[in-house]
């Protein structure tokens, strides 16, 4: 079975850095990896997606902050999360489909979530 399996959430305080990780296993890595985030009571909204070219793609919101990147020998992708505010708090997904998307319908695989809590 095709399997996503995310890492790395935890508390943070505003201005922080960590880095999430997402492990794929029962395939090679897909043409597209994205991640998504989730705040109670929101929709779930698109982060950050990386084609199997390198090609990196990312909501106006972290633009600048975030970074995604993805490593073949590990069947691994990343999501660096710089300079944390309080908005970022979220579950965030993985997820992989075909082609690059901000929608997540368009992806056919996710993860269960890793938690991002963000403090002021």
């Known amino acids: 079975q095709v399997q996503l399996d995310e890492s790395g959430g935890r508390l943070a305080q505003a201005g922080d850095s960590l880095r999430l990780s997402c492990v794929t296993s029962g395939y090679t890595l897909p043409n597209v990896m994205g991640w998504f985030r989730q705040a109670p009571g929101k929709v779930r909204e698109f982060v950050a997606a990386i084609s199997w070219s390198g090609g990196s793609y990312y909501a106006d919101s972290v633009k600048g902050r975030f970074a995604i990147s993805r490593d073949f020998s590990r069947s691994t992708v990343y999501l660096q999360l710089n300079d944390l505010k309080p908005e970022d708090t979220a579950v965030y997904y993985c997820?992989?489909?075909?082609?690059?998307?901000?929608?997540?319908?368009?992806?056919?695989?996710w993860g269960q979530g890793t938690q991002v809590t963000v403090s002021s």
């Open positions: 997820a992989a489909g075909s082609a690059p998307a901000t929608t997540a319908n368009e992806y056919d695989y």
